[in-house]
Each structure stands twice: as structure tokens, then as C-alpha cells.
């Protein structure tokens, strides 16, 4: 899943949820890190595309799914899996 997201304008995951909601149900959520000099066209065609990467890795996916993405301009010095602001 995490390698779906990655490509173009995210260039890493920092955080990312997949619960299983039922037994054809997968909410995900992620926040993507995106650069900073990225424009609001790249991140929403980001987004976009890897909504596209994530319903052809998982196949149940284009079933029944919510997709949540959050970009955010990573500063890997500073973040933390608890705390990734």
C-alpha cells in the first residue's frame, strides 16, 4: 500500500491507516509528504494518481472504500510516527 502512494509529487508516506471497515471495506488514510515548491495543481493531480495506484494494488478496494489522503511538506528532522506534524 505504502508504495501505491509514493510517485510524482509524494515523495513519502509519513502516516498511513488502513482499518478494515467489513468484509469488502478499506478505509485509507494517509498524510503524503509533498515538496514544498509543489503548486496546489501538482498535489491535487498527486492525489488523484494515487487514489488510481491504490484501487489497482488492492483490487477489494474499488468495491467498497473511502480514501482519505492529507498532503503535507515533510520535514523528516522533526517528525515522528506519533507525531508526524
Do not use: W
Amino acid at each position: 500500500m505504502e508504495d501505491a502512494l509514493k510517485g510524482g509529487a509524494c515523495t513519502d508516506v509519513i502516516d498511513l491507516k488502513t482499518p478494515c471497515l467489513g468484509p469488502e471495506a478499506l478505509l485509507v488514510a494517509a498524510r503524503i509528504a509533498v515538496r514544498r515548491s509543489d503548486t496546489g495543481a501538482d498535489v491535487a493531480q498527486e492525489i488523484n494518481d494515487a487514489e488510481k495506484r491504490i484501487r489497482r494494488t488492492v483490487p477489494i478496494v474499488t468495491i467498497v472504500t473511502r480514501i482519505y489522503l492529507e498532503p503535507a511538506i515533510y520535514a523528516a528532522t522533526i517528525a515522528t510516527p506519533a507525531d508526524p506534524d
